[in-house]
């Protein structure tokens, strides 16, 4: 084996096993908020890992130019759909969209 696919390979594996942790991570965990923080592994580890192993194979081909712009994709939606998720779980546990005027809404300060 070469240099390139050894570290191929090393990409790979640290790329499926940021996706691993998310699948173990929302089957195991119980309430939506938790599964959300879940996502973030796959989302960074793996969207960062699967398309360097993929420049390092093939460079700035046209499979290369495809995977940078998958990463930035992933990278850029999903902090705004773990938000959208977290919003509506919200309104619908509450059955409102902002809180209401007596809603006390401690802040992480207090609730240690």
Excluded at 10 to 38: E, P, R
Excluded at 55 to 63: C, I, N, P, R, T
Aim: hydrophobic share 55%; net charge negative.
């Amino acid at each position: 084996m070469s240099v390139n696919e050894i570290i191929v390979c090393v990409l790979l594996v640290i790329g499926v096993s940021g996706f691993a942790v998310t699948s173990l991570g929302l089957l195991l965990s119980d309430d939506l908020y938790d599964q959300i923080h879940f996502l973030a592994p796959g989302s960074l580890i793996g969207a960062v890992a699967i398309p360097a192993a993929v420049l390092v194979h093939d460079g700035f081909s046209q499979a290369g130019v495809k995977a940078i712009l998958i990463a930035i994709l992933l990278f850029i939606s999903n902090p705004v759909l773990s938000h959208a998720t977290a919003r509506a779980g919200r309104v619908r546990r509450k059955r409102q969209l902002p809180p209401a005027a007596d809603e006390d809404i401690p802040f992480a300060e207090e609730q240690r």
